[in-house]
Every structure is written in structure tokens, then in C-alpha cells.
């Protein structure tokens, strides 16, 4: 599956899971995996993939991306 968020986009190899995926499309969701590099792209190997709860608030999960990036550059 594909994830994409702005102009974001990054694949998501969902093989391990595909009998217990269950989510609707354009819902939002959590992935956690490792990274696997196939040539040219790099994808995440999903160990668990799951719906983000009601209330989730985007723009305060992005500011708390952006603060913890220019922390660690």
C-alpha cells in the first residue's frame, strides 16, 4: 500500500498482515516496521499497521515532527 500525507508518499509492504489488515481507505493510520531498501525506493516492512484513534490532532503531531527534526540536525 501506498501512505501519502501532503506530498509525501511512502510505500508500505503490508504482506505480513494481510489477514489481519482492517482499516478503511483514506482513514488514518500508525505503521511500525523496519525499512527495506529496493532499488531505487525504500519501503517499510509492516509488523503492525493499525487506525489512529478518534480526536487525533494532525497539526500538533506535525509541530512535534518538525521541533524534533531541527533537534536532531
Same mark, same amino acid.
Given at each position: 500500500?501506498? #501512505?501519502?500525507?501532503?506530498?509525501? %508518499? +511512502? %510505500? +508500505?509492504? +503490508? ?9 478503511? #481507505? ?9 525499512? $527495506? ?11 503492525? +499497521? ?7 490532532? #494532525?497539526?500538533?503531531? $506535525? $509541530? ?8 536532531? #540536525?
Amino acid at each position: 500500500m501506498t #501512505l501519502v500525507h501532503s506530498t509525501q %508518499r +511512502v %510505500r +508500505v509492504d +503490508v504482506s505480513l498482515l494481510v489477514d489481519d489488515l482492517r482499516f478503511t #481507505l483514506g482513514e488514518w493510520v500508525h505503521v511500525i516496521g523496519y525499512l $527495506e531498501e529496493i532499488d531505487p525506493d525504500i519501503m517499510v516492512k509492516a509488523i503492525m +499497521v493499525w487506525g489512529v484513534t478518534p480526536g487525533f490532532d #494532525l497539526s500538533a503531531y $506535525e $509541530e512535534s515532527v518538525a521541533a524534533r527534526m531541527e533537534t536532531t #540536525l
